[in-house]
């Protein structure tokens, strides 16, 4: 059992910088894949970027590479994502989550989520 809480969202303007972090619970921190997900209003969840459970391998959508980059403490049980050059498109409550093993970019493939930080960014 894997328990996630996240934190870090609020309000910015367009162009500035977000930090978000993910605490996660549990003693086998490291065999898991963590991932960001994000959901906008009227919109469906969508895959933000994940690492893998050594911190060796990671992915991005499209959207936010050369901008967000996914980072893990395997000391401290966490996962941040720093976002940078941050647009009005990016606004969504951002979520964390946890697959066993290998994790894919679909939201069904994540066994564990987090409550969820909202990140607003005004034009």
């Known amino acids: 059992q894997v328990q996630l809480v996240e934190s870090g969202g609020g309000l910015v303007q367009a162009g500035g910088s977000l930090r978000l972090s993910c605490a996660a619970s549990?003693?086998?921190?490291?065999?898991?894949?963590m991932a960001w997900f994000r959901q906008a209003p009227g919109k469906e969840r969508e895959f933000v970027a994940r690492?893998?459970?050594?911190?060796?391998?990671?992915y991005y959508a499209d959207s936010v590479k050369g901008r967000f980059t996914i980072s893990r403490d395997s000391a401290k049980n966490t996962m941040n994502l720093a976002m940078n050059s941050l647009k009005p498109e990016d606004t969504a409550v951002y979520y964390c989550?946890?697959?066993?093993?290998?994790?894919?970019?679909?939201?069904?493939?994540?066994?564990?989520w987090g409550q969820g930080t909202q990140v607003t960014v005004s034009s």
């Open positions: 989550a946890a697959a066993l093993g290998y994790g894919s970019v679909r939201s069904a493939g994540y066994n564990y």
């Open positions: 549990g003693r086998t921190f490291s065999s898991y894949t």
């Open positions: 690492i893998s459970g050594s911190g060796g391998s990671t």
